[in-house]
Every structure is written in structure tokens, then in C-alpha cells.
């Protein structure tokens, strides 16, 4: 059967946007669908405006800190003149992705996709083209709890569409979203309110640095609000009233739902396997299961890890293996991801729960330390760092890393590999420490 297409992708987020340009590489000829904008979330509305956000963040800190240091500094900040600016950007990024795709060879096609047939993509109800194999790749969305008056709040999209910066506001959610947005509000000025449904923020991370995070965090001014849940959202003129189902209320300017995401579903009118949560299953080549095995989904549509450079390590493995003769399988172990908190977490490979419950207690080595950064003495900055490693009793190899404040997520990218590497408690040990720097403390530490 002949095809208009060796390859479509139905996304132009991260994952499609690599894989597409990978295939096209290789000599396919790739089609890419894409109802918004080129980009999508991480670029867009995602983690490059929020990286943008949080080095504005640090820069206040870093003016706070001046004095410390025998700088006379007065300033203001003119939120809205930074936001035309971080938009600014954003649209230069996303008319170099469209450029890229054009240098590619790769047809973009604008509207909405859905999958109508085994081979065959319907593009608004109007155009169908079809192609020998398919990626999905639309990624997820932001969603609400069912609170009543939940349209008086906004989710992370509508971050990048303040013009003022609010003076108060409640943040619900405990997850990357939430407390990242959290410590970038507080540190520009805003009175933050964050809810929580549990005790404690961040699921699923070392309660160490959690911990040592939420104190931070409590430092800073940030209010915490934990086992509860938002009941009702009523106006009060420009403000909002938010009510706790512990009775408490708080009149704020903006509510910010940072309550979790859901993949994107819409892009596909046949039957494919899917999650409870409405992930598309798919196996170690990312193929979806059932009988279309030409039919590949990759990202957060499969939510498995749901990080920007998985995404773009999926596609790119889907065209190496198309087109280019590859035999590559997923790997999702020991993936370093980053908190760009105030200050920022940088963690890879187990947290001591999990050890603990794969290795057992007795089997594992725990060395942590919590220390002043140098950089925070002059201004007498009151905001610690903290460092943990786990390592494995029997082969001596480190599993795992946790790590709070300035410059952790850089350190955690090069740790990665060391867990990846199977370096060991000894080797780190050997290695000479850079002095003076905060990293030494990480190879010191036993």
C-alpha cells in the first residue's frame, strides 16, 4: 500500500518535535499536526517560561543579598515589563522550532489531529492523510478538582498570562508545579498560601529533602496549609475568598491549581489499550498494544516519567528504530530530575524508602550532611544546604542521590551518571574534591 507519508506525528510538543526531525534525518518523509502552538507545554507554558520565572526569583534573592557583600543597591520590579519580555522569548522559541522543521524537511500541518484509521489521520474534520506508521505525542493538560467556584482560579497556563504580579494567593497542590511556583511567587513579593492534601509536599521524594525543603520553604514566608482541601471559591470584588474544608478562609488576589495532569486523549478515535488514568500502554519500543503495532505513542500521553527529556529520548528512539536500522528499548531507571524550588532539589535513583524495601534495611549505607553554602555567610542568609547518598552494602554502588540548594540540579545531572555507572562508595571516596566548592561535600561524605 502506498501512503502519503513514511511517518505522522500527531503533537508538536517535545517528543514529536524529536522524533519528527530525527526521521526526517534518516530520509522520511514526516508530516507533523500540531492545534496550537509549536513547542508544546515545555516550551510554551512549560519549563522553559517557569525556568525563566525562577531566575527572576534568584535574581531578587541575589539583590537581597548585595548588601552583604558592600553593594548599595535600590530597586523596584515591573512585573508586567518581565513577562512581555519571558513571552517575548517564548515566541522566538517557538519560530525556531518552526524553522528547524522547515530545515528538516518535515510538513507541518496546523489544526487538530485525530487518528480516524489504522493509517489514516484526519486533520479538523476537513484533510485525511495517511502514513505507514504513527506517533502520538500530544502530551497532557493541567486539571481542576471539582471545587465549587473553581472557575475563579486558573492552572499553570494561566501563569504566563498575569500582567500583575499578585499580592496574595493561594497555590493548591504539593507537586514540582505547585511548590515550584510556590518558592517563585514568594521570592518576587507575593504572600503564598500553599494547600496541601497531605502532611507533606512532593509524593514520592526522599523525605529527607522534603523536609528540609518545607522548612526552608517556611523560612522564606511561605504558609502552609497540609491535610486539608479547598471547599469553595467565592469572589470578593477584584479578590477571591477561599474556604478549607478545616474552616479556614484566605481573601487572596489569584488561586493557582496545581492539582496534577492528565494525557491527552482526543488525538485518537480507534481502539488502543489504555490505563485507568487514560495513559496509552505501550511496550519497551513504545509500540501501543493491541493489533496496531505501526502505531507508537511516547511521553506523557504514556505517562511513565513524565519529563521533557524522556519525551524527546522516546521519539528519537521511535526513528532511530524505524529508519535507521536501531534496536533500542526503553530504559527508564535512575533518571536525575530537578525541583527548581528556592532552594532547588536535585535527585536521582532510589530514595532510602525504596531501598530499603528492595535491599532491606541492613543492606544499605545512608550518609547525609547539612551545611551554610559559603555564598549565603556575608549576607547572613539563613538557608542551609543538604545532601544525602545511599549506597548498596553488598556491591558497594551507590544507588541513590538527594540534594538541596543552590546548584543542586546541576550537580544531580553528573551524579546521574555516576549512578548509572555503577560507581561505587570507594570510588567516590578517591575522587579529589574541588575546593572550595559546595560539590565536595557529595564525594566527601561517609
Known sequence: MTYDFDLIVIGAGSGGLAGAKRAAQYGAKVAIIE???????????????????????????????????????????????????????????????????DKAGVTLLNGKGVLTGAHEVTIDDQQTITGKYIMLATGGHPTKPPVKGAEHGFISDGVFDL?????????????????????????????????????????????????HLTNELKKRGVIFHCICNTETITPKGKQKLVKLDTGDEILVDEVLFATGRKPNTTCFDIDLPLCDNGAVIVNNKLQTQGEHK???????????????????????????????????????????????SIPPLGTCGL?????????????????????RPMVNV?????????????????????????????????????????????????????????????????????
Not at 163 to 178: H, N, Q, R, S, W
Not at 351 to 360: D, I, K, P, V
Not at 361 to 369: P, S, W
Not at 409 to 428: D, L, Y
Open 35 to 101: 492545534n496550537d502552538r509549536v513547542g508544546g507545554t515545555c516550551v510554551i507554558r512549560g519549563c522553559v517560561p517557569k525556568k525563566i520565572m525562577s531566575y527572576a526569583a534568584h535574581t531578587a534573592d541575589t539583590l537581597a543579598d548585595a548588601h552583604g557583600y558592600g553593594f548599595n543597591v535600590d530597586v523596584s520590579f515591573d512585573f508586567k515589563k518581565f513577562a512581555e519580555a519571558r513571552n517575548s522569548e517564548i515566541d522566538r522559541l517557538e519560530g525556531l522550532h518552526k524553522t528547524f522543521l
Open 163 to 211: 500582567t500583575e504580579l499578585p499580592k496574595k494567593m493561594v497555590i493548591v497542590g504539593g507537586g514540582y508545579i505547585g511548590v515550584e511556583f510556590a518558592s517563585i511567587f514568594n521570592a518576587l513579593g507575593t504572600e503564598v498560601h500553599l494547600v496541601l492534601r497531605r502532611d507533606v509536599m512532593l509524593a514520592g521524594f526522599d523525605q529527607d529533602i522534603r523536609d
Open 294 to 340: 505501526h502505531i507508537y505513542a511516547v511521553g506523557d500521553l504514556t505517562d511513565r516519567v513524565n519529563l521533557t527529556p524522556v519525551a524527546i529520548r522516546d521519539g528519537r528512539m521511535i526513528a532511530e528504530n524505524l529508519f535507521n536500522d536501531g534496536d533500542f528499548s526503553l530504559d527508564d531507571g535512575d533518571i536525575a530530575t530537578a525541583v527548581f
Open 351 to 371: 530514595n532510602e524508602a525504596l531501598a530499603c524495601e528492595e535491599y532491606g534495611e541492613d543492606n544499605i549505607k545512608v550518609f547525609k550532611t547539612t551545611f
Open 378 to 446: 556575608l549576607p547572613n542568609r539563613d538557608e542551609k544546604m543538604f545532601m544525602k547518598a545511599i549506597y548498596h552494602k553488598k556491591t558497594d554502588k551507590l544507588i541513590g542521590a538527594h540534594l538541596m540548594g543552590r546548584d543542586a540540579p546541576e550537580m544531580v545531572q553528573f551524579i546521574g551518571t555516576c549512578i548509572k555507572a555503577g560507581v561505587t562508595h570507594k570510588q567516590m571516596l578517591q575522587t579529589m574534591p574541588l575546593h572550595p566548592s559546595s560539590a565536595e561535600e557529595f564525594v566527601l561524605l561517609k
